[in-house]
């Protein structure tokens, strides 16, 4: 992995997050314990479906298939939801975590102002349900592909870019409400390719706080 030429900063650690059941709110976090397989409590717990004629019968219920459940703390509170409509949801806790790809997602403000010039009004970045929300360096001038192939140093905590996020229908959501934005989602894909963060594996653990520089 190649790091930040002659060690430049990138920016700075805004905000940190984990989301203890897949799917449901955020947890917004001052410090960050961050192990081989990604942030402690992160995504341990999930929503399983167990209706026997549902598509994804055994498969974690998402966003993706109701847009409210981003806005539920409470697993219950969610299941309830989804039996409204016929659903039978299991909360399961098997697996260390439940992530959809790799450990770690980054989205730097960067990006996030680029989009909303895009679109023409503020984004919220939990949208995204990213770990960290990072405040770009005035000198950044990366895109999601070509950080890819970064080592970045946060604290003693070293992480590899491995892939740009490709999104789904779930950031068309609004966080609080749940409400779609359709057009929102159109900018997305039309003017971003569809890309919005990246994804990182854990080349060194440790701990991550908010303010933390990255390198």
Known sequence: MRVPKDGSMLGTVES???YPV????????KRADVRADGFA????SALIVRSP?????????????QRLLHTFDDPKAAQDLAGGAGIALEVEDEAPHYFDAQPVSIVFD???RELEALAG???????FRPNIVAAAAPSFAFSEQTLVGTRLHVGDVALDVVAPITRCVTPSYDVATGEPDVALQRVIVTQRGNIMGVYCRVAATGTIVTGAAIN
């Open 16 to 18: 940190l997050y984990r």
């Open 53 to 65: 004629d549902h598509a994804r019968t055994g498969k974690t219920y998402r966003g993706k298939e």
């Open 41 to 44: 409590g992160d995504r341990t």
């Open 22 to 29: 897949k799917s449901l709110r955020a947890e917004r976090l």
């Open 121 to 127: 009004r503020h984004v919220d970045p939990l949208r």
């Open 110 to 112: 960067a990006w996030l």
